[in-house]
């Protein structure tokens, strides 16, 4: 400094009162007057002191992380830290803003300096001890945000309300309109004669379409008989995951019940108990729900993703479940802790994507079906389990992608896709077999190709509505299009507007329900 300007500003000796400095100003002068340190009035200078202060404490105090907007501490995961850039964060924050960058190998530089900032490490990370850290109040924020979330769900609430009117709308409006044709189609018959009438055919009637919730995804489907409900698997990362019931009598009866942490892949609804639904799904868990409780009563771990589920026909304590290394569990619900029996056969894993179980008069059989073949499990009391495999269109290309059994007629419909090569197009073929009591193999029955590229792994499902072996009805889906056809001729299909994750047909009273599902919506119809 200047000696002029320090001799300004030293302090005078103890014994002398401060004299103050005198200049006389010169005429003439071509440069600015000398600035000279001239003590101002006490209270002024006291005055200024305390502002500069005030200022530097609340400069020293602005401890809000930029990052999170939370204020930090001088200690624990969030305690008050600064980069060699000289900004301040929260611990936890900066830390976790380093290892994502690093994550997606992006350089991790300062937040608050961006591009032109220096790249960050863990060890560059310094902790700042403070005096006086500043409480912020953050009741108004939460009180904000938990205002926004109740909007949020009040938006879905009302959404969910439009699309079910619209649902209503629509039901009503083709309820009309097969008013009429009724209708009509009475006043032709009362004119059609008699060998006329005796040729009427059946067909499909409309029956329900269900708009899932606002951003929830639908994976599974399950109808039960006795209970008279679909019941389907819905979830997002967002909402969770789990079960909703649909009455088949009052469609504006829906329940959802969480169960599962991540995707549900399959629901099967018990043959036995009423209202009692077993499901599994990436998350690891098989589950047993009771759906007029909304009560799930016992979850079991499982080692790997659960693919698959599904009830023992003949025993009511049993059940099985399908995992992705291709391996099957076996239960006993009188045992809560783990299953009793595992079957894995040899050679490579693959996800078991259908699992259904048939009664034999021996014991019975576990029908397995994976993306490379198919296959059983013979379960005779007291023997160990005899793998058997089920006759397949492999030498032509084929894969199964779905598996049913129906437990009326006892017979099993493969579904298989072939992808398209240089030398074969693609197709699907849907294969139905029967088991010969004799020598307990199983042979074709029928089989049904169709020009349409598989795409999803999707269920199919046939049904007979009669209950007879010569009038069984395959269900499956072309592009945006269920179809149903017998093996002679098709049946009738009917519009989903969507690739179908799952087709499913029960009879419901009189009728025979086919429900499938997409990724947003339930389409029922009535096969009469």
Known sequence: ???????????????????????????NVDFQEPVCAIPENDNNSKRRREEDSSDEECEDNATECPICLKGVSNQGSHRLVATKCGHTFGES????WISEKQKKKVPPRCPNCGQTGPVLKRADIRYIITTTLIAYDTSDLQRIKDELEQAKKLIDEKDMEILRLKGQINLLTRSSKNVEALEARLVELSNAKPMEVAEEKTGLVEYYSYPLEYQQTGRSLAINSSDEMAVISVGSEARGYGLQRISLCDIGSVEYIPVHKNVIRDVKCSPFQQSLVLSTGLDKQLALTCMSNQHVLVTYPIERAGW???????????????????????????????????LHPNGPNAPIHSLAVMKTATGRMVLCSNTLGSYAWELRPSEEP???PLPSVEQDGYKPYSLSYDNDTQTTMISSRRVATPTASASTMHSLYRLDPDDGRFMLSWGLE???????????????????????????????????????????SFEIGAPAMDIKARKVGQDVVVGALTEKTLHLYKYQ
């Open 1 to 27: 400094m200047h000696p002029f300007f320090q001799s300004a500003f030293e302090s005078p000796p103890t014994n002398q009162s401060p004299q103050p400095l005198e200049t006389t100003p010169e005429p």
């Open 93 to 96: 924050c900066i830390l976790k």
């Open 308 to 342: 698959s589920c599904a009830f023992d026909e003949a025993d009511p304590t049993m059940f099985y479940c399908g995992l992705a290394n291709n391996t099957v569990l076996v239960y006993d619900n009188r045992n809560t802790k783990t299953h009793l029996h595992q």
């Open 386 to 388: 005899v793998h058997h």
């Open 450 to 492: 169709s020009t349409h590229q598989q795409i999803q792994l999707a269920r199919t499902c046939h049904f007979s509505p009669r209950g007879r072996k010569d009038d069984i009805v395959a269900c499956y889906a072309n592009e945006s299009e269920v179809v149903l056809r017998t093996a002679g001729e098709q049946m009738g």
